[in-house]
């Protein structure tokens, strides 16, 4: 079990981590989502021992890593772009770790050719790093963290600069991976779909603080503050947050009064996301999953579920 | 307990890269120089320190001094752009040769290509500062073309394919993403072309003439011809103090210019020409420029074949003879040069590894900088003098000692060293070593497993500079080669000395085998810092 303690770390005049505590099971996934700036980057590299902190403590299994060096610490970690040992060919990219542990040279090649077949790279082991593509890459980079049997695997946003069907494609394989190997994992982005996907649990991280922790679902169900729900897409008006899905949306008859105004109407994937102007100029934001949807410019009527309206704040 | 020896570690591997390169110098550079400076300011007569300071001689030569070397610094990248250019964007057959071979001219003995200058230019351009000027060029380009092309073959293509998709053409590119890539490689060669030719001595001498007189060349004077210790002394500490200024405004350049990023891989960045254009730039740039540096090597080899009216080889078979000017015969020279440049190159490559590996590990050490670089600009004859007085006596008695030749010509090649290998390790992403970490290498592992092999190149490339100054260092090595064990450019300059035709073409004989064993030994090293880069 990963324990970070009321952790701060400053640069200089900023704090970067403030009092910041978050625990992650053996076994779990927790992603850490959170804007640009946030402290998520940060809160990696003080796990993995390469920042400096300036209180609190970080415990892994009971020990306390604060005396602990990083290359002693026995934790993975996949940098956001890489940072693959381009001096060197896959293979000996994977075996590093395993070096470095001491183990015999055909345990590693067998581990190594193991890992490779694991990220979906068989036969890769010849290949100069730099003739990669980035997805082979990051697959690389992967297999890297993962051959020294990590206590914990640390990921920086590791599809932050990959194209979208390839991101698609390695969350799947990732989200896979997680399941098969029994992972603990703390996954840090800035994007709900890669946290919603692969986090067992959500830690939203703001200004250096978790905002707030749960499973997906409770996330999106109990947001515990206006800005959480905001963040998740989710409207607020006095006080209560509105969940899309739990607003129906019904065109209003000619002639008669209506709740609001439709102002967009844009489909994701199986979902149509409506924006409605109310007439006190509030917005509501809705979704529907009706082919036959009201657009732009229709005047509507709503019926809002109560169990998709929670207080916040 | 843990964390304790691991500082500790830390704390002795600081030690050691720090300590040795400033124990070696402190020894064999700060004190021979103030033997010199305490003697030459002890002595009594001659002229006050102040009257010579002001005297408008003195101010004459300092200001030809320096504009001679701002002069030959411009022409020299002037003539190795080009070719830099080419090294550094195209593959072609023979690459490695003409990276080898472009670095011969730059460890020939000052005499042999300053009298093969005097062969070959023209009457009335062969003695002033036009020749001495082109000499310079000719020595100097070898340290342009490599440090710049070698950093050229580094740089991303995509850096310049991006601003061309902004709308720069190709002049813009040049002139707003290329060269700014470039001023570190570019600001670090051309402090090290100015320092040469600021403290140039040998060219200056022949192709000078009596009318032309540079600091180093007064220094020589003082101390030698006049034997004034008091006014060389006082001469040697202008020009350390003008050096000591290059190199901090090219410290203070370098930092500026400085642009930290991953260095891509040659195979990376170089490409065969495609286009006739291509070609033709290719072909060009590497014709003028063989053209350049053939001719006055062709001389020198013309020369080892004339011991009379007609060409033979008698020069070379006379070579295996004992001779009176030598002692031993001509071979023994070369196999003396041999073992003393590989036993330099080693210190060099020690020394100045470490000192590199300190300086890019630690934050803003100016002064220790700039310490590794005085060496360049402490003249080859201060130095060899400082040697001579300074170890003479009691348990400091080392004039003789075997090793004293080898240390001398590493102290030459050390700067060369540092400031070669600092740069690469500098440009290392630290995320590499944080990676390399996180795997479990403790901090010396990660030197050994990322630093080192990404520097191999650097130092391959910082081991062929340093064994080719040291196969052909002169000016301090004369002061110190035993009668009976002298190198090749020590026999050379005896048998320039020395009447008769077949002695001169002897001298040039001579020149010859040094250049092809620097050819050979330059080559070698390529080879395996290639074959160390495989992992490129």
Known sequence: ?313 | MDAGRHSLTARAWTLVAYGVPLAFLSVFFVFPLATIVARGLGSSGGESALGLLTDPLTRDVLWFTTWLAAASTVLTIAVALPASYVLGRYAFRGRTLVLALVTVPFVLPTVVVALAFLAILPRGLDRGPIAILIAHAFFNVAVVVRIVGTFWAGLDRRTSEAAATLGAGPRQRLLHVTLPLLAPALSAAAAIVFLFSFTSFGVIVILGGQRYSTLEVEIYNQAVRSFDLHAAAILSLVQLGCVALTVMVAMRLERRLGVRGQLRSERDVIRRPETAREKALVAGSLGALALFLGLPLAAVVERSVTTGPGHSLDAFRALTRPTSTLLVTPWEAIGNSIVYAAIATSIALLVGGLAAFALASGQGNRAFDGMLMLPLGASAVMLGFGFVIAFDEGWRDFRSAPWIVPVVQALVAIPFVVRIVTPTLRAIDQRQREAAALLGADPRRVRREIDLPIAARALAVAAGFAFAISLGEFGATVFLARPDHPTLPVAIFRFLGRPGALNVAQAYALAVILMVVTTASILLVERFGRRRSGWF
Do not use: C
């Not at chain 1, 603990?184 to 067992?200: K, P, Q």
């Not at chain 1, 749960?214 to 008006?237: I, R």
């Not at chain 1, 947050?241 to 209506?258: F, H």
């Open chain 1, 1 to 313: 079990m990963l324990d970070i303690d009321r952790v701060t770390a400053r640069f200089g005049a900023k704090t970067a981590l403030d009092d910041l505590s978050l625990r992650v099971e053996d076994g779990e996934v927790v992603s850490v989502l959170g804007a640009s700036g946030s402290g998520k980057s940060t809160l990696l590299r003080v796990v993995a021992g390469l920042q400096r902190t300036d209180a609190g403590r970080v415990t892994l299994d009971g020990q306390d890593l604060g005396p602990v060096p990083p290359h002693r610490r026995g934790i993975g970690l996949v940098f956001q772009d890489h940072a693959l040992f381009h001096h060197r060919d896959v293979a000996a990219n994977v075996a590093f770790g395993l070096r470095m542990r001491g183990d015999a040279p055909d345990r590693i090649a067998g581990r190594v050719g193991d890992l490779l077949e694991l990220v979906g790279l068989p036969g890769f082991e010849r290949r100069s790093v730099a003739t990669l593509s980035g997805g082979e890459q990051q697959r690389v980079a992967l297999a890297r963290a993962l051959a020294p049997e990590p206590r914990i695997l640390l990921l920086d946003e590791p599809l932050g600069s990959l194209d979208r069907p390839l991101r698609e494609r390695l969350l799947a394989d990732l989200d896979t991976l997680f399941t098969e190997i029994d992972l603990t994992a703390l996954y840090v982005t800035h994007d709900h779909a890669e946290a919603f996907r692969l986090g067992d649990r959500i830690a939203l991280i703001r200004a250096g603080r978790i905002a707030q922790t749960g499973t997906p679902d409770e996330l999106w169900t109990h947001p515990a503050d206006e800005d959480v729900a905001l963040f998740l897409g989710q409207s607020v008006l006095d006080g209560r947050a509105y969940r899309p899905e739990a607003i129906s949306v019904r065109g209003a008859v000619e002639g008669e009064p209506a709740d609001g105004v439709v102002e967009s109407a844009v489909r994701h994937g199986p979902m149509v996301r409506l924006v409605i102007r109310l007439d006190d100029g509030a917005r509501l934001a809705a979704a529907v999953t009706a082919i036959d949807h009201p657009s732009a410019g229709d005047r509507v009527n709503l019926a809002i579920d109560p169990d998709g309206v929670v207080e916040v704040g």
